[in-house]
């Protein structure tokens, strides 16, 4: 069946054509690791890994690249402000070194890493650290110096944009007054036109940085993901991800200085997922690292809702719709998702994939990704009093592979053998919760309550809990 994708190239719904038959290669913009990430950020790996797996689905192979960036990101768009990881190191009072810079990137990469395992995002193929791959991107720096696209200035090296007629196309930027630019990029005096953008900016006097031909100093932001992902899915390639604060300024100039240097297109599909809001009074803002608006993974979990009742409230709306959190919303997911996997646990293996209901799930999701169709449809099939329970079970089971919502977790057995009652069922949940955010002085207190109440419960490999009377 065609997967069908809105491209914000375009701004159309297209059709989507492999460069190489039967594969995809997909990269992703991954986190920039100076603090936690939020539930925002997360929406960004989820909305990739459903597209993933929509395509594993179908029977493609998928390159997936998603760079770790560990140097190189200021505070604005403009290029300017402090480097956010050299803020952060400050912050932790880590010795002002390379070293020191790399011991932040892996405290946050590693627990980002735990949260992506958390939602059951897939593995990328590799995520490229920015630092471990300074020499592409100074080569990809030198070609742009050759071929004259770039100029030195006292901060650094910098994109002449007016050399690339195609600059801004995506999203539109190209459009926007000089006011409206102005104002979102602010002016350098030494720059020659405001959209131009740093490709290396120089170290400080006795500052840290990496050697490079043309001056001690660090890569821009926007290089580092030119450079990794042609190093690792080729100069053209199928897909490039990321959220909407993306499109104006990062995106667009990935694509100016990848293009310019290699006189090739970059990338077929641009997708961009929409933003995760939180009320602010009688207002909605962006979930963001920098503001104090900013809820993580741990936090939900502390709060009784589980990472996959998040991962499956984000599949209740299309990725490019914006979603705003309120408890009420993530709670009604944590329920519906607990009704999910126990009907399922109460069905019998052993049935068959229904293909009617497999196809209408294929067109929905092969449909720029409606997973909230695909979940209706959900719905409707376990509420069909024309098909057995077990061929039900054997259909979502089948759809679980796009989902990831780890629907199979419950097993029979756990729920056959025993009645639960409701305040053990409770004590599970929270123990579970306990365990998967490491708190395992909370989950024996628990154990223990669960034993004075005339039950026993063993872990499982699989990572489930198997309940037995006492
Ligand atoms: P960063 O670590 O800030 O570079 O962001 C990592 C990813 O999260 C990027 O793709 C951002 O576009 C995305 N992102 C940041 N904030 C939000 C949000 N509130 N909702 C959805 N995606 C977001
Ligand atoms: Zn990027």
Redo the contacts with the bound molecule.
Sequence with gaps: MDIFLHNTLTDKKEKFTPIKQGEVSLYS?G??VYNYLHI??L??YVFADILKRTFEYDGYTVHHIMNV?DIGHLTSDADEGEDKMVKALKREGKPMTLEGLRDVANIYWQKAHEDMQALDIEDAEKNPFASDEIPVQIELIQTLLDKEYAYQISDGIYFDTTKFPHYGELGGVKNESTSEMESRIGINSEKKNPRDFALWKFADKDGIGFDAPFGKGFPGWHIECSAMSMKYLGHHFDIHT??I??IPVHHNNEIAQSEAATGEKFVNYWMH?A???IANGDNSE????SGDNFLTLDFLKKNGISPLAYRYWLLTARYSTRMDYSTEAIKGAQTAYERLTNSLASFPDGGKIDETYKERFSKAINDDLDTPKALALTWELIRDKNISEADKKATILNFDKVFGLKLGQIKKEDKDNIEIPKEVQELLHFRKLARESGDFAQSDAIRKEIQNKGYSVKDQKDGTQLLTKI
């Design positions: 913009c986190p920039t925002g950020n929406r960004a960036t990321g959220g604060d993306h997922n933003h995760l809001t962006k979930m963001a690292k």
